[in-house]
C-alpha cells in the first residue's frame, strides 16, 4: 500500500486518474486481519476473497478484527464502503455443494439429494 513516488500503487493511481484503468482490487488468500487493513485503505474499488456458507479453509479460525473470525467481517465492511465482492471458489472448497456430505444433504433436505 505503500504510496512514494515510484511505488506500485501510485503508478495505478496514476493510471486510474488517466483513465487507462477503470477499477482496482486486490485478490488475497490471506489472513482476515491483513484483508480487513486492504478493505479500510478505501484504495481499492473491490476484493476477491473466501467466504463459504460452510465455513472457510483458509483463513477460517483467523481473527477478523472485530470479535469473531473468518471472512464475514471483511465481506460486510467491503458491502459497507460499496466495495465489489467475488468470492473465490464458494461452491468447492466452501463446503463442496456441488457434491455435498451425506450430513449436509441430509440437513439440507430432499433438494440436496
Known amino acids: 500500500l505503500a504510496e512514494g513516488e515510484d511505488s506500485i500503487m501510485a503508478t495505478t493511481l496514476e493510471w486510474k486518474k488517466e483513465g ?3 477499477h482496482m482490487g486486490f485478490s488475497t488468500h490471506g489472513s482476515a486481519g491483513n484483508i480487513m487493513k ?12 473466501h467466504y463459504h456458507y460452510f465455513g472457510s479453509y483458509h483463513a ?4 477478523d478484527g ?9 465481506v460486510e465492511k467491503a458491502l459497507e464502503l460499496d466495495m465489489g465482492v467475488f468470492n ?3 461452491i468447492d472448497k466452501g463446503g463442496r455443494l456441488y457434491q ?4 449436509v444433504a441430509r440437513t439440507i ?5
Open 66 to 74: 472485530k470479535g469473531g473470525h473468518g471472512n464475514l467481517a471483511c
Open 38 to 49: 486492504m478493505i479500510e485503505s478505501n484504495k481499492f474499488d473491490y476484493v476477491n476473497l
Open 109 to 113: 433436505g430432499p433438494q440436496m439429494t
Open 100 to 103: 455435498p456430505s451425506s450430513q
Open 88 to 90: 473465490i471458489s464458494p
Open 20 to 22: 487507462k484503468i477503470k
Open 60 to 63: 477460517e479460525g483467523t481473527p
